[in-house]
């Protein structure tokens, strides 16, 4: 858990283009949205861009989105869920 | 009875050079035109993270309007939306229309990104300086083949004659493979300055344009 | 004495006709130009938007010239202009006369190609249709994401009266890819079936194509009765975010009341931009509302036609405009049951009005909002 936490960081930062961020900036704990990383509505379509192409993994209603993107460890138990991880 | 407008400030990137107000404020010749770009936004300190999300033109755009109103102040002397943003380009988003292209080029690998989309607009580096400056005001994206001092001579003054604008950054930002070129200038009624740097006629306008 | 901009002439192309009046017998009779289509060369899984028939376009194109030399976008619009052209009495050729592009995307579906040549620059688009025409000055051409076909309008109308030219004919086209089809799938912001403008049921936008022309003048000439002008067009930013308008409506609130503010009449009608996505529709009623116009009837056309971005604001400005002149209000197809938080006095179905003054709105990407007014003589 603790590797597919610190790659979905990695992935995170590149996808979004959070150039100035370190992983160990980011808690993993930490809503990604509204407070913590203050993400955007984009950034939430390009998360869900990212489950897909590289895990596979579709959202299917902006509900489960919801729960499912609220954090870095909320997303890492999605896809370990789904035996992505 | 129509004001004289003025060029109140202008700045240039090209060839890897920050041109601003006829100074050399920076350079960096190695690089290619994402790392200039870059370089340039650290060399300045804009430190705005939204930056790294940008495409090249709205990366172009964005840095050039903000080395051109650093300490202008025209917030505190404007209103919000009496401050119009006039852009024209060549290229339109070619560039980012390019990358959207290659997220769909194969069914086997069909992942279109929003944050790339988004970008295949122009008009979308207007809205990343109104966002950062906090304008409000007339907005418009012009394509053309080539930058035409003659047509913004004769329509810049139409906003302002017209009540619609009283400040405009005003200018042509195009990106097209490696070639880019960003020539923006700040425009004010000659009243409202200390007699700005030339008047806004269509030889000052080339002047400033192809001057290096 | 003010300059006046009068309407002379106007053209509608689009899935439910290839003349104004074709169109406005299409709406007054209900229908939807949004079906589902299963191209799988615009898109992987079937999706619903307003197509304009290629077979019918080339057929009508060739009696202008060789479809063989012109690409799908060139004869959408040229057929537009030609037919805007053959009712007004105008030189075209006239060197005080200016043509005016609003596109967003221009000739995109050839961007796949790979296609050398200039065919992807908007401005060489604009040249090709200049060259048919023979049009004297070189045309402008506007690219503001879906605000484009309003600022087209009112850079015309600035124009026209500062006195650079006296004649302006005004297209906008934009046409269906895969392109734009993937683009705005990206975004999840397409409707699950025909799009449902200000419905509680809306789920998003539907695309569609077309093309509209719009010609004006300050000449004077023989002036029917209900001749229309346009009034002074504005357009602000949100200065929020790039792909989602303001919460509170602000930019567009104070594009309404820019174009307004030296407006002598009051408001008849509003054509609203009502995409039908969530966001929109909702922020639309609250500018409205804070506006003050909540009870002027209101409608959006992009039932009939779905989104037609670049072409919008041309096509529901000329459709607006025969709403004046005929003394027609159109309803809003789609709509069923108010969806949006601040009341609207939402046009259901269509109905014999007669109105002197119409607001047109829009809201695009990058925060941009547009508004501007027409009335008749």
Known sequence: MEQLVQKLKEEIITVLNLS?????????????????????????????????????????????????????????????????? | MNDQLVISGFCTLRQHRVVHNGKLLFEDPGSNTVEFLTAAYNHFRISYPKFHKMDQLAKLGFLTTEILLKDTDINSRYKADRIGIILANSSSSLES?????????????????????????????????????????????????????LFFANYLPQLFNNDIVDCSITGWTEVNGNDYESVIFLIEKKKHTDGGIANFTVSEIESVYIRK | MAIEVTVKSANIITSLGFTTSENAQALLAGKTGIMLSSDAKLAPTPFYASLVNTRHLSERF??????????????????????????????????????ILSTTKGNIDLLESGSTGNSLFLW???????????????????????????????????????GSFDTCIIN?????????????????????????????????????????????????GDMAEDSVAAGDGFSTNDANHISGPSRTGEGLLLAIKRALRDFPLSIGYISAHGTATPYN???????????????????SFKGYWGHTLGAAGVIESVMSIWSLQNGVLFGTLGFKEPGVSMPLNIITTSQKKDIRSCLKIASGFGGCNAAITFFRK
């Open chain 2, 97 to 149: 229309d390019r990358n959207h292209q290659k997220t769909i080029a194969s069914r086997d690998n069909y992942f279109p990104s929003p944050s790339v989309f988004v970008y295949t607009l122009p008009n979308v580096v207007i809205g990343e300086i109104c966002i950062k400056n906090k304008i409000n005001g007339e907005g418009n994206f012009f394509v053309m083949e080539r930058f035409d001092p």
């Open chain 3, 62 to 99: 060739s009696q202008i010239a060789d479809p063989g030399k012109y690409t799908r976008f060139e004869q959408l619009a040229i057929c537009s202009v030609n037919d805007a052209l053959l009712n007004a009495d105008i030189d075209i050729a006239d060197r005080k006369t200016i043509f």
């Open chain 3, 281 to 299: 529709d909702e922020m639309e009623s609250i500018a409205i509302n804070r506006a003050g116009l909540q009870n002027i009837p209101v409608n």
């Open chain 3, 124 to 162: 060489d688009t604009a040249r090709v249709l200049r060259k048919h025409f023979r049009l004297y000055n070189e045309p402008l051409v506007i690219s503001d994401a879906c605000i484009s076909g309003i600022q087209a309008i009112t850079t015309a109308v600035r124009l026209l009266k500062a």
């Open chain 3, 172 to 220: 906008g086209t934009d046409i269906i890819s895969e392109f734009v089809l993937s683009g705005f799938n990206s975004f999840k912001s397409l409707s699950s079936g025909p799009c449902r403008p200000f419905d509680l049921s809306r789920d998003g936008l539907s695309l569609g194509e077309g093309s509209g022309t719009l010609i004006l003048s300050t000449l004077k």
């Open chain 1, 20 to 85: 100035e961020m370190k992983p160990e900036n980011i808690d993993e704990k930490a809503p990604l949205f509204i407070d913590g990383l203050g993400l955007d509505s984009i950034d939430a379509l390009e998360l869900t861009v990212l489950l897909e192409k590289k895990y596979g993994l579709k959202i299917n209603t902006p509900e489960e989105g919801k729960k499912v993107l609220y954090s870095v460890n909320s997303l890492a138990q999605f896809i370990r869920e789904n035996n992505k991880g």
